[in-house]
């Protein structure tokens, strides 16, 4: 039996509070649909350059990790964001701000 998800709204309330918790702030740019949206995080590293993660499902674990889908200058990001957004208008994004990169996605319980 495949494992029950969160809804989408109260796993972006989960994440926000977590990265409140770190004093990284966040903000939700775009909201999606409440049930079952895409995520989208971007880090914003305050020195003119982002990264975009996002989950895509890998056959081979049979998970769903979050991966880096667009790195550079922060206006390109942006743009891959606006992409992203034109095919899956449902699609959340968040906006941290952290000048190491740190986004909390690699600790446990955010699956």
Request: glycine share 8%; with cysteine; hydrophobic share 40%.
């Amino acid at each position: 039996m495949p494992e029950p998800r969160l809804a989408t709204a109260v796993w972006v309330a989960a994440y926000r509070a977590r990265l409140g918790l770190a004093n990284i702030p966040a903000y939700v740019t775009s909201r999606g649909d409440d049930t079952a949206g895409a995520v989208l995080v971007k880090c914003a590293h305050l020195d003119g350059s982002a990264a975009v993660y996002g989950r895509e499902w890998d056959f081979n674990s049979d998970s769903r990790p979050w991966q880096v889908l667009a790195q550079g200058p922060e206006p390109e990001v942006d743009q891959a964001i606006v992409r992203q957004r034109g095919f899956d208008p449902d699609l959340w994004v968040i906006e941290i701000e952290s000048r190491d990169g740190r986004t909390l996605l690699d600790e446990p319980g955010l699956a």
